[in-house]
């Protein structure tokens, strides 16, 4: 079945392969990007399916409400949301530098949650849609290596599981995606092991997401059972093990 689909943040290496794969199954994408040139090759690379497309700045947050109506009523109508960006940024940085913990946290909160907003009104308002945002298991438990955008992650899941039961009657889902280490280029140059995921086969876990019930949606799937056991893990054994705590 055709879906209207809106994805905020399409530029991204997994947003541009969720936009490839809803155009193959037919859907109608409105895309939205922070750079106008990978934008426009993202448009390229997608196709037919592409409605409209549009760059701006994610962080100017009161623009937020205005814009998302314009895109919707420029698709015609809405069914699927994903919003997409993101920004891992620089731990270390991060620690000395308050205004770049801060941008780093407006990137993964503030401009999501400005864009959650407006999507669920409209949702709630149609009585039916799904609405998605990309976390990251990296929210699940701080680490050295990328606390600050933990932290901004973990801010974000705790927001969907309260939209979630919010919109929970009116019928509309909210999916929160959580995400373990894929081989991109915003991960170029960390380390990679077997539990990294690759680009294309994340994106159809996203996309089947879309259409489906599940609230929380772990891709890959074996990073579920793996932050299972880390969320469990007492303390004094999670810090022991330099390995789990990420030093």
Avoid at 30 to 50: E, I, Q, S, T
Avoid at 72 to 78: D, F, N, V
Avoid at 184 to 200: D, I, V, Y
């Amino acid at each position: 079945m055709q879906q209207k689909t809106l994805i905020l943040g399409a530029t991204s290496a997994i947003a541009a392969e969720v936009a490839k794969i809803c155009a193959e199954r037919g859907d109608e994408l409105y895309l939205v990007g922070r750079n106008p040139d990978k934008l426009r090759a993202v448009v390229a690379a997608v196709g037919d399916g592409v409605v409209g497309f549009e760059s701006c700045d994610f962080h100017e947050v009161a623009l937020a409400g205005e814009r998302v109506a314009r895109w919707i009523e420029q698709l015609g109508g809405l069914d699927r949301a994903l919003i997409a960006h993101g920004y891992l940024g620089d731990q270390e940085r991060s620690e000395r530098e308050v205004s770049y913990a801060q941008q780093v946290i407006d990137t993964n909160f503030v401009s999501v949650v400005s864009l959650l907003m407006p999507l669920a009104n409209f949702f709630a308002s149609q009585g039916r849609g799904h609405l998605a945002a990309i976390t990251s298991v990296a929210g699940e438990r701080g680490r050295p290596r990328n606390y600050t955008y933990g932290a901004a992650k973990s801010g974000l899941t705790c927001y969907l599981e309260g939209l979630r039961s919010r919109l929970y009657k009116r019928g509309v889902r909210v999916h929160n995606l959580k995400l373990g280490p894929v081989a991109t280029p915003m991960s170029e140059g960390h380390p990679q092991n077997m539990l990294w995921g690759e680009k294309r086969q994340v994106a159809g876990a996203i996309v089947r997401a879309l259409g489906r019930r599940r609230h929380v949606v772990y891709a890959p799937r074996s990073w579920r059972l793996v932050m299972a056991i880390v969320r469990c893990l007492p303390e004094c054994v999670f810090q022991r093990f330099g390995f789990l705590a990420g030093r």
